[in-house]
């Protein structure tokens, strides 16, 4: 599917998406997965707060300024490549009876502080069992 995620720091729900793209199966698990080299995937509470929190930690770890090594994109653009090994562009959930097995304030997120790429894909895949 292809998100929208604009120019600056994002957390952005998918759960919804998610939930529709299980419904139709049994057990299982969904597994979400982000192709890009500047995005990440989290399992967080929204709302409340959390996704704010997640990007302001985000920023205090990695600055958004000029000390990568990674120089291309726009300022402190490095940060944004280094990002993924922090929040991993992948997350799987169990799926049983084609309901997202997530708890009461879990929501599955991506992750984008990258303001270059606005538009990202992501992919959802099921595996049955």
């Given at each position: 599917?292809?998100?929208?995620?604009?120019?600056?720091?994002?957390?952005?729900?998918?759960?919804?998406?998610?939930?529709?793209?299980?419904?139709?199966?049994?057990?299982?698990l969904l597994h979400?997965?982000?192709?890009?080299?500047?995005?990440?995937?989290?399992?967080?509470?929204?709302?409340?707060?959390?996704?704010?929190?997640?990007?302001?930690?985000?920023?205090?770890?990695?600055?958004?300024?000029?000390?990568?090594?990674?120089?291309?994109?726009?300022?402190?653009?490095?940060?944004?490549?280094?990002?993924?090994a922090i929040v991993?562009?992948?997350?799987?959930?169990?799926?049983?009876?084609?309901?997202?097995?997530?708890?009461?304030?879990?929501?599955?997120?991506?992750?984008?502080?990258?303001?270059?790429?606005?538009?990202?894909?992501?992919?959802?895949?099921?595996?049955?069992?």
């Amino acid at each position: 599917m292809s998100v929208h995620t604009g120019d600056s720091p994002a957390v952005h729900d998918l759960t919804e998406d998610c939930r529709h793209f299980v419904a139709a199966e049994d057990d299982g698990l969904l597994h979400v997965f982000v192709p890009h080299a500047t995005a990440g995937l989290a399992v967080l509470e929204t709302g409340a707060g959390s996704d704010e929190d997640l990007l302001a930690q985000l920023d205090e770890l990695l600055p958004p300024d000029r000390r990568w090594r990674h120089r291309h994109g726009s300022s402190g653009h490095g940060r944004d490549h280094v990002m993924p090994a922090i929040v991993p562009p992948y997350a799987t959930v169990p799926v049983l009876g084609g309901r997202l097995a997530l708890g009461t304030w879990q929501s599955i997120c991506l992750v984008d502080l990258n303001g270059d790429n606005p538009d990202r894909e992501v992919r959802l895949t099921f595996l049955p069992g």
